[in-house]
């Protein structure tokens, strides 16, 4: 008999309902993107291992408490936590400004929460918000690309392939885009972190 691949949202009511064994397979079947994810960003096996353990037990903290509401989308929801866990990681050692420069999640990082409350979700909320009105200034191409990494979560030759263009374009394209926000939130002293 054929092996039925049982859909993530399935796996995560089933788990909700008691089913133990569905977390078992949803972490199989995603440990290696999350944990590469992590490794990527940490590059050590010590804290990528701790920041894969945390990242399950918000994971599991959620789901027994019912709070978990993203309709579908499992893997990005965790890879969120992992990011934010790696954020806080950075955070706690002081180290966050070698990544501000080189990747896109500078700006987008700190709009993380961590079981945030009410007020704090107003915050993010608005930030989201600002940042929103930002990126629609942006040009056409740069905010097309922009959009498609950060909220589609595109890798850059998806993006090179749905616009048409060479992953070098879509890569220079995220810079500028990168380097406009940037210039945008320095002139009008926009301050991102709460």
């Not at 500078?106 to 961590?114: K, L, Q, R, V, Y």
């Not at 905010?143 to 030759?157: C, G, H, N, P, T």
Request: proline share 3%.
């Amino acid at each position: 008999m054929a092996n039925i691949v049982i859909p993530d949202p399935v796996l995560v009511k089933n788990y909700m309902d008691g089913d133990e064994n569905a977390l078992a397979i949803l972490i199989k079947r995603h440990q290696s993107k999350i944990y590469g994810f992590i490794y990527s960003k940490v590059t050590d096996r010590d804290i990528a291992d701790d920041i894969f353990q945390d990242t399950f037990i918000k994971v599991i903290k959620t789901l027994k408490s019912r709070a978990y509401n993203e309709e579908g989308k499992f893997l990005p929801w965790v890879m969120r936590i992992s990011h934010n866990l790696i954020v806080d990681h950075f955070r706690r050692n002081k180290k966050m400004p070698m990544f501000r420069e080189t990747e896109e999640f500078s700006i987008f990082s700190i709009m993380g929460d961590n079981c945030p409350n009410i007020e704090s979700q107003m915050i993010t909320s608005q930030v989201e918000n600002d940042v929103k009105k930002l990126i629609e200034e942006l040009p056409d191409d740069q905010k097309e690309v922009l959009q498609m990494r950060i909220y589609q979560d595109m890798s850059f030759k998806e993006i090179a392939d749905n616009t048409g263009v060479s992953i070098n374009t879509a890569l220079g394209r995220m810079r500028y885009a990168l380097m406009n926000l940037r210039k945008v939130i320095e002139k009008n002293n926009i301050v991102l972190t709460n």
